[in-house]
């Protein structure tokens, strides 16, 4: 059974940095490109990264490059998301999972479903 289990987000001024971490059980994490996808009320999930299985590579959204570093410890089975000069339309739920890296979007991978409750940013202008 897939576990997901996102925690460190919440309340930060502009300019600041928050970092995000996700457990996943029940997968084969370490052979598996993983990302964080967002959505803030009224929107759709987007991706904002994705990194592969290895660790070797990051992949961003051009709204956090520069900004978002993500990364992994796949002998812990877990992602983390570094996001410095956060802007208020940073603000969203985060989540993590499976993950495709495409030249102009991330997505999810088509057979990941298990998504977890999230944690929320929240920025402040």
């Known amino acids: 059974q897939v576990q997901v289990e996102e925690s460190g987000g919440g309340l930060v001024q502009a300019g600041g940095s928050v970092r995000l971490s996700c457990r996943l059980s029940?997968?084969?994490?370490?052979?598996?490109?993983m990302g964080w996808f967002r959505q803030a009320p009224g929107n759709q999930r987007e991706g904002v990264a994705c990194?592969?299985?290895?660790?070797?590579?990051?992949f961003y959204s051009d709204s956090v490059k520069d900004r978002f570093i993500i990364s992994r410890d796949n002998a812990e089975n877990r992602l983390y998301l570094q996001m410095n000069s956060l802007k208020p339309e940073d603000t969203a739920m985060y989540y993590c999972g499976a993950c495709v890296a495409l030249p102009s979007t991330i997505l999810p991978a088509s057979d990941f479903h298990n998504w977890g409750h999230g944690t929320q940013v929240t920025v402040s202008s």
């Open positions: 990194i592969t299985a290895s660790g070797g590579r990051g």
């Open positions: 029940g997968v084969r994490f370490d052979v598996t490109s």
